[in-house]
T-cell receptor, first 112, second 112 residues
Framework: DQQVKQNSPSLSVQEGRISILNCDYT??????FLWYKKYPAEGPTFLIS?????DKNEDGRFTVFLNKSAKHLSLHIVPSQPGDSAVYFC???????????FGSGTKLNVKP | ETGVTQTPRHLVMGMTNKKSLKCEQH?????MYWYKQSAKKPLELMFV???????ENNSVPSRFSPECPNSSHLFLHLHTLQPEDSALYLC???????????FGPGTRLTVL
């Protein structure tokens, strides 16, 4: 059973607007969450993380929000740029799991 | 430069061939991983090595055989694969098993 789900396989956004990528999880033990970005022909690169003691973490144009009660996290990109076009994966783990569970990814297309 | 390199980047093989994928990490990390990425599916964790010892094998068929000769190198030996094994194979490393994986560029494998 898939414990981390990204229900939108793709998202299209105009340059300069906000991109919101969503991720849901089922295991209430998860307490550490990651977002990765993947360009074609490259491996995923780590983008931003959040632990369950926070509900928001910001790094430049990227902000991750965590809603523990809803078991939901989201990645906001503001403003979106064409170079942000990539596949975005979320991942989750717990302190004693020693591994990360990944979603299936959302392909973001930022139109100029 | 992610610090994790993989060779070859592309591989086409027949079902009766034997081949090996190679991964090298230059980060001084203690844990190394093999993941499989199939289209529109979550990243699947295949094997985990921690301090050169295999600590996890996620029900991977025996036609996939990992080898970790030292903390910097990881191999995935392939034999008698099936067409459904065609996928992107990603190597990753992390400081320890609780840390975010740092991925290599992947090997795109096609089994004919």
């Amino acid at each position: 059973d898939q414990q981390v789900k990204q229900n939108s396989p793709s998202l299209s956004v105009q340059e300069g607007r906000i991109s919101i990528l969503n991720c849901d999880y089922t295991n209430s033990m998860f307490d550490y969450f990651l977002w990765y970005k993947k360009y074609p022909a490259e491996g995923p690169t780590f983008l931003i993380s959040i632990s369950s003691i926070k509900d928001k973490n910001e790094d430049g144009r990227f902000t991750v929000f965590l809603n523990k009660s809803a078991k939901h996290l989201s990645l906001h990109i503001v403003p979106s740029q064409p170079g942000d076009s990539a596949v975005y994966f979320c991942a989750a783990s717990a302190w004693n799991f020693n591994k990360f569970y990944f979603g299936s990814g959302t392909k973001l297309n930022v139109k100029p | 430069e992610t610090g994790v390199t993989q060779t070859p980047r592309h591989l086409v093989m027949g079902m009766t061939n034997k081949k090996s994928l190679k991964c090298e990490q230059h980060l001084g990390h203690n844990a190394m991983y093999w993941y499989k990425q199939s289209a529109k599916k979550p990243l699947e964790l295949m094997f985990v090595y921690s301090l050169e010892e295999r600590v996890e094998n996620n029900s991977v068929p025996s036609r996939f055989s990992p080898e970790c000769p030292n903390s910097s190198h990881l191999f995935l030996h392939l034999h008698t694969l099936q067409p459904e094994d065609s996928a992107l194979y990603l190597c990753a490393s992390s400081q320890d098993r609780s840390g975010p994986p740092n991925f290599g560029p992947g090997t795109r494998l096609t089994v004919l």
